[in-house]
């Protein structure tokens, strides 16, 4: 299995205060992702990472926001939570293939952490 | 845009019958495609893969096919077992990160 933590695996919080989920591996990948999971709306990607320092939004990144500072940590803050956001978030990893050929070297699988339950009240 | 669809279910089938999980998918170019399973409280985790059209990705008796033709990528397992109840997605890739794309998820559940 693929390296990675995240924490905490639960937390339930308040609306307006901050939270900070943290997601950590040790498989040196170069890109990691941010997801959500609701019922009905399956996986959605929140932000991504391409490098440190280097984030881009996804489909659903309005009220949150993300850091990378190292390489094997990817943050996810919501800076004031709001009960929309009572979610399983869930961080992926993954890394392009240099021996594939060039057509599938970036279409590699991506790798799941256990997920983080957040109940905001 | 990218996109995918799948049977959403959920599926309930009797210990040892044949498994089907539909899916299609549109895209631009040229994907990756995959499945993967969700057994409850986890994460996902790749199931199989397949990178080009006529590819076959197997693993763990389940198998699918990348049919460029019919745009498809339908999951099948010739016998199931209880421990195969979970949630399956099947999903694309065609460029880092901005379009990795699932589909809503497939519920399977296997009875004795």
């Known amino acids: 299995d693929a390296g990675i933590t995240q924490s905490p695996r639960h937390k339930v919080t308040e609306t307006g205060t901050p939270v900070t989920l943290r997601c950590h591996q040790t498989?040196?990948?170069?890109?990691m992702y941010w997801y959500r999971q609701d019922p009905g709306h399956g996986l959605r990607l929140i932000h991504y990472?391409?490098?440190?320092?280097?984030?881009d939004k996804g489909e659903v990144s309005d009220g949150y926001s993300v850091s990378r500072s190292k390489t094997e940590d990817f943050l996810l803050t919501l800076e004031s939570a709001t009960s929309s956001q009572t979610s399983v978030y869930f961080c992926?990893?993954?890394?392009?293939?240099?021996?594939?050929?060039?057509?599938?070297?970036?279409?590699?699988?991506?790798?799941f952490g256990d997920g983080t339950r957040l109940s905001i009240l | 845009g990218n996109s995918v669809t799948q049977m959403e279910g959920p599926v309930t089938l009797s210990e040892e019958a044949f498994l089907t999980i539909n899916c299609t998918y549109t895209?631009?170019?040229?994907?990756?495609l995959f499945w993967y399973v969700q057994y409850p409280g986890e994460g996902l985790q790749l199931l199989l893969k397949?990178?080009?059209?006529?590819d076959k990705g197997s693993n763990k008796g389940f198998e699918a096919t990348y049919r460029k033709e019919t745009t498809s990528f339908h999951l099948e397992k010739g016998s199931v077992q209880v421990s195969d109840s979970a949630v399956y997605f099947c999903?694309?890739?065609?460029?880092?990160?901005?379009?990795?794309?699932f589909g809503p998820g497939t519920r399977l559940s296997v009875l004795p």
């Open positions: 992926a990893i993954s890394e392009p293939d240099p021996t594939a050929p060039w057509d599938e070297y970036s279409n590699q699988p991506q790798h």
């Open positions: 498989e040196n990948h170069r890109y």
């Open positions: 990472s391409y490098g440190v320092k280097d984030t």
């Open positions: 895209a631009t170019g040229y994907p990756s």
């Open positions: 397949a990178t080009k059209a006529d």
């Open positions: 999903a694309l890739s065609e460029n880092y990160g901005q379009n990795f794309v």
